[in-house]
């Protein structure tokens, strides 16, 4: 597995009831209750890249180039279809198209739910390294490794680069937020970068000192989250106007990745595992029962409420929903 791909790159139950059977909680929603994680059996010799659609289906690619579904939250897997043995899902668009990165294609897409895929690199340079992401309109943009910035508005068909000036080339953290804003992280003192006109212009929205941006995450309230080394995290309430440092609890020199669950639970993979905060970063609890691999890269969170974690030793799902 390509642990660096994923560190630079991006939610996660005990049922109890008690004697005045009141009703079932989940007690994930509780700050005090501890996530338990299970290691999942990879299809095809391990997974290589992994991607959710709207419904919680993942679609994995995996090294011997085949894709494989799953509809039960990473519990069973079918074979979904074959395509560059280096195949890296990356994201889903709202309609449905899945698309990858590869070692050798550039950015690949399949519109029959992994079945077939087709290169799509029209304006688009034939990178390996990049990083995408997808706005509700289903407008797709990709951040390079040579500072480029491009954006497609017919599903991948083709690319236009809008910018091509953004610092720090080995740090591609690219993130859009609900109301459509863009934000990039960068390791070279140029802190968080911000786009409110789909990536045509760029502005530098603070967080200058941290050696490094290399994750956000969004709630519902419109709180951005930024995570980078040393480790920390910063909230900003105002789309990134002011930040507020709130990662004082979070016991670990290296944060690779954050994400929001639809309660607006916080997770930080870290060093030293997961760390989550239920109250918007106020407070954090260490939860990594289960968890046999302590350096995790990356957060995944589906649809049905689940958090997949991306370690060097395999990929770890909560084993229980996080959400109610």
Known sequence: METRHY?????IIIVFLSISCKKEENPLTSETSE???MKLNEPGGGIKGLAFNSSGHAYAGTSGGTVFRSTDNGGTWA?????NPNIYPAAVSPGGSIFARTDSDGLCRSTNAGVTWATINTGFPNRKNFS???NLGGQLFARTDTNGFFRSDNNGDSWALTYS???????QSV?????????AGTSDGNGVLRSTDNGDTWTQVGLTNPAAIYAFGFNSSGHVYAGGYPAGVWRSTDNGGNWTYVGSGIQSGD??????????HVFAGTHHGVFRSTDSGGSWSQTNSGLTQSDVYSLLLNANGYVFAITDNGIF???QSTIK
């Not at 074979?79 to 395509?83: E, H, R, V």
Request: hydrophobic content about 40%; charged content about 10%; aromatic content about 8%.
């Open 317 to 319: 799902r909560s084993v």
């Open 132 to 134: 995408l992401a997808i």
């Open 165 to 171: 000036n953004l610092p720090s080339r080995y740090n």
């Open 175 to 183: 993130a859009i937020s609900p109301n459509g804003s863009i934000f």
């Open 79 to 83: 074979q979904a279809g074959t395509a």
């Open 7 to 11: 560190r630079r790159q991006i939610v």
């Open 255 to 264: 944060l690779y990745c954050l994400g929001v669950n639809a309660n607006g």
């Open 35 to 37: 996530i338990q994680w």
